[in-house]
């Protein structure tokens, strides 16, 4: 999440019943008395959501607590709003409406939007189709290198943009998206697929103007922010505060009932805490752990779990070597080895521990990364189908009974590469590990916990904290070996938490396809029973697990796909870089005389619609 959007900073997951997802949740029911007096003015709610945020550019935002804000600032072609029952629903924005796609000859799609008239910025100039067609452009581009880049892979022409494996990109590709006049906007995308309308509500597909970002510190100044959603940015006091006030030129500015949102910026949850209770602040995205029983007794009207579609894992860097040094493995060998102490690690925790004495907030844990809740094409679990077990879901036990044997089944795979004195139970030549983790009470309990458990075989792991963007800088850029990371859904269907591991992409945190990894050829597949003209043995990972990817997503048959999703998420967890621990709920204080407040299945908090009672 912070996020998959992303990545996460807090502590959330992902349980969702059967019927959650159909893009309905509830609003926080806050009936009863406060325990807490909340201070104010009528048309000013302030919250905390986050530390400084990465980025307030829409196309380089990757986290869901830019998302939040960014969301807040612009208006795109559709929107997660809520309904007469005070649920989360998507609904078009400034589309006039949803419209489904036509059929072209050549096996694509053409959708076809009407923008509203009496759109404007927040400057009062109108918002055109030529907007979408810059912003878009502009989000994929080579030159910008967003994070979310790929999330315009089903439009025709990203292909021409972002080739495969040893193919130049084609000079002057644009996305095939075409404004026909100022408010008629044209997109043909290569596949049609059931989460568009999710993808149009997303903070990368929000527009922004030419002349705007022209200036390249248009998104740190105030005074340069130009937005056209339902608040302007009116005061950004770096690490501290940004104010966002009611922009008077939003085209449904009748509809947004809170004039001033102020998102203090802060990562210590018990400064967090403080502020809440003393009622300085209606609402808080993260406790301090410690805290989460007695909150939920003595806070019952203003405690909330949401549902959430994300995992929190443990992230390895796949181009760190982890042998001992006097091993000589090396090339495919060494990372086939590392690949089974990865998995073996991973074996060592006690997930059912971090979610009950950590995390507090009826986490799951985990045996997947895919989140539990997305379900498959039969409209059961996705993860009822992962692993090969016929024992258990998923990868691994993930139950409380397996602990001891899954600890026992790990320190036998280590023997194979570490020496290991059975007098004492430990391993005497494991290389020290560092643990990365961006500041956070329940970021470093988890670490402290690994690395007792750890300390238990002899296995030494230090940790490192940094702060937020720091922590972000230094994990995309690979520095670390091991990291914590979290993911949330940014729409519902597996590829979303596929697709990210594509050597390209720039979420790709754990190094896939890249460094010394680039180069490794030592994976298969075979599409042929797919109809597909692909049966790549000892390939690379650009050959096989991006070529999968680049598959699942034009191939309009939806049990092949979901087929191939699984092949996908058994080869990134082959690798071992991927430690799941726990699907993510979302849990965060709301003072109970605030009513409008929602959130969405992504974990976006909505302001808006906020009223005092």
């Given at each position: 999440?912070?996020?998959?959007?992303?990545?996460?900073?807090?502590?959330?997951?992902?349980?969702?019943?059967?019927?959650?997802?159909?893009?309905?949740?509830?609003?926080?029911?806050?009936?009863?008395?406060?325990?807490?007096?909340?201070?104010?003015?009528?048309?000013?709610?302030?919250?905390?959501?986050?530390?400084?945020?990465?980025?307030?550019?829409?196309?380089?935002?990757?986290?869901?607590?830019?998302?939040?804000?960014?969301?807040?600032?612009?208006?795109?072609?559709?929107?997660?709003?809520?309904?007469?029952?005070?649920?989360?629903?998507?609904?078009?924005?400034?589309?006039?409406?949803?419209?489904?796609?036509?059929?072209?000859?050549?096996?694509?799609?053409?959708?076809?939007?009407?923008?509203?008239?009496?759109?404007?910025?927040?400057?009062?100039?109108?918002?055109?189709?030529?907007?979408?067609?810059?912003?878009?452009?502009?989000?994929?581009?080579?030159?910008?290198?967003a994070d979310y880049s790929n999330m315009f892979q089903l439009i025709k022409g990203y292909d021409d943009i972002w080739p495969g494996e040893d193919k130049e990109p084609v000079p002057g590709?644009?996305?095939?998206?075409?404004?026909?006049?100022?408010?008629?906007l044209q997109v043909v995308v290569?596949?049609?697929?059931?989460?568009?309308?999710?993808?149009?509500?997303?903070?990368?597909?929000?527009?922004?103007?030419?002349?705007?970002?022209?200036?390249?510190?248009?998104?740190t100044s105030p005074e340069k922010y130009v937005s056209n959603g339902a608040y302007k940015l009116k005061e950004w006091k770096h690490n501290s505060l940004i104010v966002l006030e009611k922009n008077e030129n939003y085209i449904d500015k009748k509809d947004v009932t809170m004039k001033t949102i102020k998102f203090y910026l802060s990562d210590d949850t018990n400064n967090m805490l403080t502020n809440f209770?003393?009622?300085?602040?209606?609402?808080?995205?993260?406790?301090?752990?410690?805290?989460?029983?007695?909150?939920?007794?003595?806070?019952?009207d203003e405690y909330h779990v949401a549902d959430q579609l994300g995992t929190y894992y443990m992230g390895w860097n796949i181009n760190k070597r982890i042998l001992p040094e006097d091993s000589t493995l090396t090339g495919v060998e060494a990372e086939k080895a590392q690949a089974e102490i990865r998995q073996a690690i991973g074996l060592m925790i006690d997930r059912?521990?971090?979610?009950?004495?950590?995390?507090?907030?009826?986490q799951i844990p985990a045996s997947t990364f895919v989140a539990k809740a997305l379900k498959d094409s039969d409209g059961k679990s996705f993860a009822a189908k992962a692993g090969k077990s016929k024992d258990y879901e998923g990868y691994y036990?993930?139950?409380?009974?397996?602990?001891?044997?899954?600890?026992?089944?790990?320190?036998?795979i280590l023997k194979k590469y570490y020496k290991y004195d059975e007098k004492s139970g430990k391993f005497t030549n494991v290389p020290t590990l560092t643990y990365l983790y961006n500041t956070d009470d329940a970021?470093?309990?988890?670490?402290?916990?690994?690395?007792?458990?750890?300390?238990?075989?002899?296995?030494?792991?230090?940790?490192?904290?940094?702060?937020?963007?720091?922590?972000?800088?230094?994990?995309?850029?690979?520095?670390?070996?091991?990291?914590?990371?979290?993911?949330?859904?940014?729409?519902?269907?597996?590829?979303?938490?596929?697709?990210?591991?594509?050597?390209?992409?720039?979420?790709?945190?754990?190094?896939?396809g890249k460094g010394e990894h680039q180069n490794l050829a030592m994976y298969d597949l075979d599409l042929t029973k797919f109809g597909k003209d692909v049966n790549v043995k000892n390939g690379t990972w650009a050959q096989t697990y991006d070529v999968l990817i680049d598959a699942i997503k034009t191939t309009p048959d939806d049990k092949a796909r979901y087929e191939m999703m699984h092949m996908a998420e058994d080869m990134i967890m082959s690798t071992g870089c991927i430690t799941p621990l726990y699907h993510y709920t979302d849990p965060y204080l709301l003072a109970s005389d605030v009513e409008g407040f929602y959130k969405s299945p992504l974990g976006f908090s909505f302001f808006w619609h906020c009223k005092y009672k």
């Amino acid at each position: 999440k912070r996020r998959k959007i992303m990545k996460k900073q807090h502590m959330k997951k992902a349980l969702v019943s059967a019927l959650a997802f159909v893009m309905v949740f509830g609003l926080a029911a806050c009936g009863g008395k406060s325990s807490n007096k909340s201070k104010h003015d009528a048309d000013t709610i302030s919250v905390c959501i986050a530390s400084e945020p990465e980025t307030m550019d829409p196309a380089r935002n990757s986290t869901v607590d830019g998302g939040t804000m960014t969301l807040h600032l612009f208006s795109g072609l559709a929107k997660w709003d809520s309904d007469k029952d005070g649920k989360a629903v998507l609904k078009a924005d400034l589309a006039e409406k949803l419209v489904d796609p036509v059929a072209n000859e050549d096996g694509t799609y053409t959708y076809t939007y009407k923008i509203r008239k009496g759109a404007k910025w927040s400057d009062g100039k109108p918002v055109t189709a030529h907007d979408f067609v810059f912003a878009w452009n502009r989000a994929v581009s080579r030159e910008l290198a967003a994070d979310y880049s790929n999330m315009f892979q089903l439009i025709k022409g990203y292909d021409d943009i972002w080739p495969g494996e040893d193919k130049e990109p084609v000079p002057g590709a644009k996305l095939d998206v075409t404004a026909v006049d100022d408010n008629t906007l044209q997109v043909v995308v290569k596949n049609k697929v059931s989460y568009w309308n999710e993808l149009l509500a997303f903070p990368t597909y929000l527009p922004v103007r030419e002349d705007v970002v022209s200036d390249e510190s248009w998104a740190t100044s105030p005074e340069k922010y130009v937005s056209n959603g339902a608040y302007k940015l009116k005061e950004w006091k770096h690490n501290s505060l940004i104010v966002l006030e009611k922009n008077e030129n939003y085209i449904d500015k009748k509809d947004v009932t809170m004039k001033t949102i102020k998102f203090y910026l802060s990562d210590d949850t018990n400064n967090m805490l403080t502020n809440f209770k003393n009622g300085d602040w209606q609402m808080i995205d993260s406790m301090p752990s410690n805290e989460m029983d007695s909150l939920k007794k003595d806070y019952k009207d203003e405690y909330h779990v949401a549902d959430q579609l994300g995992t929190y894992y443990m992230g390895w860097n796949i181009n760190k070597r982890i042998l001992p040094e006097d091993s000589t493995l090396t090339g495919v060998e060494a990372e086939k080895a590392q690949a089974e102490i990865r998995q073996a690690i991973g074996l060592m925790i006690d997930r059912n521990y971090i979610v009950n004495e950590i995390g507090k907030a009826d986490q799951i844990p985990a045996s997947t990364f895919v989140a539990k809740a997305l379900k498959d094409s039969d409209g059961k679990s996705f993860a009822a189908k992962a692993g090969k077990s016929k024992d258990y879901e998923g990868y691994y036990d993930a139950s409380s009974e397996a602990v001891k044997s899954n600890y026992k089944k790990a320190v036998e795979i280590l023997k194979k590469y570490y020496k290991y004195d059975e007098k004492s139970g430990k391993f005497t030549n494991v290389p020290t590990l560092t643990y990365l983790y961006n500041t956070d009470d329940a970021h470093k309990a988890i670490g402290e916990y690994i690395q007792s458990t750890l300390a238990n075989a002899g296995i030494k792991l230090q940790l490192e904290n940094q702060e937020w963007a720091t922590f972000l800088t230094t994990r995309k850029a690979g520095d670390f070996t091991i990291a914590r990371n979290g993911w949330v859904a940014d729409y519902n269907d597996p590829t979303t938490f596929l697709e990210m591991w594509q050597t390209h992409s720039g979420n790709n945190d754990m190094q896939f396809g890249k460094g010394e990894h680039q180069n490794l050829a030592m994976y298969d597949l075979d599409l042929t029973k797919f109809g597909k003209d692909v049966n790549v043995k000892n390939g690379t990972w650009a050959q096989t697990y991006d070529v999968l990817i680049d598959a699942i997503k034009t191939t309009p048959d939806d049990k092949a796909r979901y087929e191939m999703m699984h092949m996908a998420e058994d080869m990134i967890m082959s690798t071992g870089c991927i430690t799941p621990l726990y699907h993510y709920t979302d849990p965060y204080l709301l003072a109970s005389d605030v009513e409008g407040f929602y959130k969405s299945p992504l974990g976006f908090s909505f302001f808006w619609h906020c009223k005092y009672k």
